[in-house]
Nanobody
């Protein structure tokens, strides 16, 4: 079992930046991959960033819609996942969830994640 508590959402103007955090507990951090998943009203869930259990730079992936603007990272010593979001656009507005899966390999498929945070709202105004 993994328990996740995400935080850091808010309201920001287009072009601005925002950082999200997710505190994890329950299992050895390096044993599970994690991701940030967003859902906008009327749209399907989208994994915007994913990272392996090790957190190595080469073991991360991004959705095309956020590539080069968002950066995912993790600190396994602190059991914390991060998402730095830069150059935000109104279409980034959504509820953002941190999620974890039973494998240490990252995935961009929402259905592959087993554990979910409660979600945090990100709103980008134009």
């Amino acid at each position: 079992q993994v328990q996740l508590v995400d935080s850091g959402g808010g309201l920001v103007q287009a072009g601005g930046s925002l950082g999200l955090s997710c505190a994890a507990s329950g299992r050895t951090a390096s044993s599970y991959a994690m991701g940030w998943v967003r859902q906008a009203p009327g749209k399907e869930r989208e994994v915007v960033a994913a990272i392996s259990g090790s957190g190595r730079t080469t073991s991360r992936a991004y959705a095309d819609s956020v590539n080069s603007r968002f950066t995912i990272s993790r600190d396994n010593a602190k059991n914390t996942l991060y998402l730095q979001m830069n150059s935000l656009k109104p279409e980034d507005t959504a509820v953002y969830y941190c999620a974890a899966r039973g494998s240490s390999s990252y995935s961009l498929l929402p259905s592959s994640y087993t554990y979910w945070g409660q979600g945090t709202q990100v709103t980008v105004s134009s």
